[in-house]
């Protein structure tokens, strides 16, 4: 008896519940937030040489930017970005165009303090001073033309190696098997399905409008097959009827 019920509250559901609905289940794919980085005081950072407007936090295990007013930190092939350095992180569909400016051997020449057999005194920017001064820094290019960020006699790559550099390192990101698992999940997500007209009706086409300011003609009524046409009325003339 126990089964029968059963069987026709399932059946009374899918009779109730519209096929749309049901084929939207499984499309949404919760993303996880990365987790969090504890830290006893807000973070100095240091800005990165050859990438304009990068800072990064040193000494710790993830990398964690501030770029454009937003922290940025990669977390199993995707990318985060808040406001704050611990917390209200959300999800970024993209990378970060900034990214690819950032050496990826930084972490050894920060260890080292030499960029490139160049000696690297880069400067610890505390965290307020950071908020302070990223816009101004930003726009009138403090770091590369005031400070040649720390590098000792820094000479800047031309632009055309800065743009074969950025290609090999995107070439190396996706290469990485975090982010090509992450690709591979975002193939495997079903699309959602494609809404199609009933069979045999046209798709509706926009009406015409008139200008903006013209009236609208009233439809003209054609009149019965085999009658003619009434003339139009002669209107009378433009001003006083004769006397």
């Known amino acids: 008896m126990k089964k029968l019920v059963f069987t026709a509250m399932l059946l009374a559901l899918v009779v109730v519940v519209p096929l749309p609905t049901m084929a939207q289940v499984g499309i949404s794919v919760n993303i996880g937030l990365p987790p ?18 990068v800072y990064v936090v040193p000494g710790i295990e993830a990398d964690l930017f501030f770029w454009n007013g937003w922290w940025w930190r990669p977390w199993e092939g995707r990318w ?7 917390r209200g992180w959300g999800y970024y569909n993209n990378v970060p165009r900034f990214y690819f400016d950032v050496d990826p051997g930084w972490r050894g020449y920060y260890r080292d303090r030499n960029w490139y057999g ?17 816009k101004g820094w930003h726009s009138n290019r403090y770091w590369e033309r005031q400070k040649a960020w720390g590098v000792q006699d820094y000479q ?3 632009q055309q190696q800065r743009q074969e550099l950025r290609k090999q390192r995107e070439q190396q990101y996706q290469q990485r098997p975090e982010v090509q698992r992450y690709q591979q999940q975002r193939q495997q997500q079903p699309k959602p399905p494609h809404v199609q007209p009933p069979h045999g009706q046209p798709p509706r086409q926009p009406q015409a409008q008139p200008p903006h300011g013209q009236p609208q003609r009233p439809p003209q009524v054609q009149p019965p097959h085999g009658q003619p046409q009434e003339p139009p009325q002669a209107q ?4 006083p009827p004769p006397r």
Do not use: K, T
């Open 36 to 53: 969090p980085i504890e830290f006893a005081a807000p973070p100095d950072v240091i800005v990165i040489p050859d990438a304009p407007s």
């Open 80 to 86: 985060y970005r808040s406001r704050y350095y611990n």
């Open 118 to 134: 160049s000696q690297w005194n880069y400067e610890p920017i505390p965290y307020r001073r950071l908020q302070q001064n990223w």
């Open 156 to 158: 800047p790559r031309p």
């Open 236 to 239: 009378p003339p433009h001003g």
